[in-house]
């Protein structure tokens, strides 16, 4: 990208930072095989004012399941196990679904037919004092013990339907452990973290300690407070990585490569197209024919590419990477919140690096959309008064008064042209709504109303 495209993304950056008050973010951008910018923004620590660096450390959440797909694809290419083996074969849990059993490559793309168990949720949550439900898991064998029951929790055959299981990426790790005799963190550590020369990534909190550039972890509450807490040590094989974006532009140029970097080869060419290959549709589709691989998201229609991702969450570190193979392109992208999607973030980034229109791109457009109609609107003469407002991806009229709250969810319908339609739920039926804009003013009708506009939101 040229300097104006670097303004453009880092104004996009500023601006959502500080709408969603995230603290700090760090972002790296890899251009033909090299990393050609990166850079920090805001606070890795707000108490001291320390800023953010390309070099600061985030905890990378659920991107750690591609280095998981990864060290399985490598211990299979060396005939240490098979993919078909079913999960029983390693472990001692009889998993099953609808009565077939499940089998390693189910776990990978997250197909065992068992929907979320939420071991990981719960966890997160109560190491981070946001509340949850004690889950007293320390290891895959606790984990083990805990999913005793699970095959009544099915819902599907194995292969059939996508649901995101975390714990089944722990029993992944599991697997790693007893195949190649090293405990998960050294495996990763020895054949994927040190031949990619990431020499600031762990899984240890005694080697995170012991790092001067460490973004601290925060709960940003419902109404943008900051509050300090604690990254989820114990989590390792489906979300315990720490890293860099430096580091992880490292691991993004050896897919790029086709499994090869500076020399090293990680995995070959068909292990990289195995865990890039669409294996089950996920629910959410936004731009058509999105489905998962192994430990990556596949999106094939992003402005005609195919793009490669996945996302990440503990809850106080966010995480995105993603990369388009055929373009030679890909970002890296950690915050120390949950604040604006990061991979919302890395679509307009990725956009931009293929010459593409980020404002085409779907959420982008509803978020201009709605930023356009939130606001105080008022009746004839001011005789009564709504407020717009966006909330959990939808927009919601507010009405009220001294005594009483009436909120209506308005969903989407056609947001094209000048009328931009919804609906409310009504007595079991579909109220119409429109927002009618010409020019600078913006009118409301909704059941018996016409509002207008008369300000922004503070």
């Given amino acids: 990208m040229n300097v104006l495209d670097y303004e453009k993304l880092e104004s996009f950056i500023f601006e959502k930072i ?36 390309p070099q600061t450390l985030y905890g990378v959440g659920s991107v750690t399941k591609s280095f998981t797909a990864l060290s399985i694809m490598q211990l299979a290419e060396k005939g240490e196990l098979s993919l078909d083996d079913p999960v029983d074969k390693y472990v001692p849990l009889n998993l099953k679904s609808e009565g077939e059993p ?48 699970a095959n009544q929790w099915a819902l599907s055959k194995p292969g059939e339907r996508w649901f995101y299981l ?39 909190k005694e080697d995170v300690d ?10 940003i509450t419902r109404n943008g407070e900051c509050i300090k807490s604690r990254h989820p040590y114990g989590i390792f094989a489906d979300g315990g990585l720490i890293s860099n974006v430096v580091d992880l532009s490292n691991y993004i ?32 589709q936004v731009f058509g024919g999105e489905a998962y691989g192994y430990g990556l998201s596949i999106n094939p229609s992003f402005f005609g590419y195919k793009l490669v991702g996945h996302g990440g969450s503990v809850l106080v570190y966010t995480a995105y990477i993603a990369y388009i193979p055929e373009k030679k392109v890909g970002v890296a992208i ?39 109609l939130t606001g105080m609107y008022e009746t004839y003469k001011g005789t009564m008064e709504a407020k717009v407002v966006a909330k959990g991806g939808i927009l919601q009229i507010e009405i009220c008064d001294k005594y009483t709250d009436m909120v209506i969810p308005l969903i989407p319908e056609n947001l094209e042209g000048n009328v931009k339609k ?37």
């Fill in 422 to 458: 919804f609906y409310a739920l009504q007595s079991g039926g579909k109220l119409p709504v429109e927002f009618k804009v010409e020019n600078n003013n913006v009118e409301l009708i909704y059941e018996r109303y016409r509002l207008k506009k008369v300000s922004s939101l503070p």
């Fill in 334 to 372: 950690l915050a120390n919140g949950s604040g604006y999607l990061l991979s919302q973030m890395g679509l307009y980034t990725l956009a931009m690096l293929i010459g593409k229109n980020p404002e085409e791109l779907p959420f982008i457009k509803v978020e201009n959309t709605y930023e356009l």
């Fill in 18 to 53: 500080s709408r969603t008050h995230l603290p700090g973010l760090s972002i790296a951008i890899v251009e033909d095989g090299a990393l050609t910018y990166s850079k920090g923004f805001c606070f890795r620590d707000l108490e001291y004012g320390l800023r953010a660096t």
């Fill in 166 to 204: 975390n714990e089944g990426y722990v029993i992944l790790g599991h697997i790693i452990e007893k195949v190649s005799g090293l405990s998960y963190d050294k495996y990763v550590k020895e054949n994927i973290l040190e031949p990619l020369q990431m020499r600031r990534s762990f899984f240890r």
């Fill in 253 to 284: 140029k050896m897919y790029l490569n086709r499994g090869e970097y500076n020399g090293h080869v990680i995995a070959s060419p068909k292990s990289i197209d195995e865990m890039e290959k669409p294996r089950v549709k996920l629910p959410l």
């Fill in 102 to 149: 499940v089998k390693v490559w189910h776990l990978l793309c997250h197909a065992s037919g068992i929907p979320a168990l939420a071991y990981a949720e719960a966890l997160i949550r109560y190491v981070t004092g946001a509340g949850g439900k004690w889950v007293p898991i320390a290891s895959s064998e606790d984990l083990i013990t805990f999913m005793r029951g």
């Fill in 210 to 219: 012991a790092d001067a550039d460490v973004a601290t972890p925060y709960i």
